[in-house]
């Protein structure tokens, strides 16, 4: 049995919606709590709402609108985080988009806006965060980076690769940096995960992908939740700068056969 982390206060980036609105609701439902955002502010008061439903303390969950691509909404984001929580103890930055652009098609402004969203706000919300972190004494930052450019690579994300393969770049400098005070560092790598995001890609892209993946089911928001919750227990304090794979074996198979003959064979 693992500590509990009722009681601890925790942010996550792009909580309104899909992965981080399933880690949100893990953590409300362990008693933690939980702080989302969000840029479109209705969604983000009904997700709060719908979040709150399920947390052990009624009136746990709330949310801000901010984007992470703005130091300065990061900044409010912890300000805010501090008034209503009373500090930080685990930030889970995972608000990130997923702009499907060919190399030899893409736009400045769309290289800007997954980097500046995926990659920069990433920086921006743990450095916004980070005095709070550090008063915590048992901080905990936990990023939802991808298989998608840290192990493989898919067309039309080379921009978004690029940006999910910097957070790690990111993560283990940072995780070296606060280790003194005990502030652990660590990335989630989902691969393909069933959110509303993921719907946009189409029913063509999903089945597709289902095929490739051992487990044969796209992944759930409760999968990643429940790693995010493991990685900031008491007991996963001496783990930093790591990388937790969530995939359902996608990228372990070198062809599609392997998974064939594995099946054939019972
Ligand atoms: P999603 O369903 O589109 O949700 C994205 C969330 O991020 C929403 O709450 C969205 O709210 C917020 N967001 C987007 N841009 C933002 C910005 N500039 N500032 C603040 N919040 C912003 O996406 P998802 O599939 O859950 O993906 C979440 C994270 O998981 C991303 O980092 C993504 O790269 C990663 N990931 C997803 C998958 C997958 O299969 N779904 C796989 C690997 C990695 P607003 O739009 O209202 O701002």
């Known amino acids: 049995m693992f500590t509990s982390i009722a009681g601890r206060a925790v942010v996550v980036t792009g909580g309104t919606r899909g992965i981080g609105k399933g880690i949100a609701s893990v953590f409300a439902r362990n008693g933690a709590r939980v702080l989302i955002t969000g840029r479109d502010s209705d969604v983000a008061r009904a997700a709060a709402e719908e979040l709150d439903a399920l947390a052990v303390d009624p009136g746990e969950v709330s949310f801000i609108q901010a984007d992470v691509s703005s130091r300065e909404d990061c900044r409010r984001v912890a300000a805010n985080a501090i008034e209503r929580l009373g500090g930080i103890d685990v930030l889970c930055a995972n608000a990130g988009v997923f702009p499907d652009s060919r190399l030899a098609d893409m736009t400045e402004d769309v290289l800007d806006q ?40 898919y067309p039309g994300w080379t921009g978004y690769g ?3 393969a910097g957070q790690l770049g990111f993560m283990r400098t940072a995780a070296i940096e606060l280790a003194p005070s005990r502030v652990t560092v660590n990335a989630i790598l989902p691969g393909n995960i069933v959110t509303e995001g993921l719907a946009e890609l189409g029913e063509d ?41 969530i995939d359902g074996g996608q990228v372990l198979p070198e062809t599609l056969e392997a998974i064939a003959a594995a099946e054939a064979g019972g």
């Open 162 to 164: 690029a940006s999910k």
């Open 114 to 153: 997954v980097l500046g969203v995926n990659l920069k706000g990433t920086v921006f919300s743990v450095q916004a965060c980070l005095p709070a972190l550090q008063r915590s004494g048992h901080g905990r930052v936990i990023l939802t980076s991808s298989i998608t450019g840290p192990i493989t690579g």
């Open 205 to 245: 892209y999903a089945e597709k992908m289902a095929s490739s993946i051992p487990l044969r089911r796209l992944g759930s928001v409760d999968d990643i939740g429940y790693a995010a919750l493991f990685l900031a227990t008491d007991e996963a304090g001496y783990i930093t700068g790591q990388t937790i794979v």
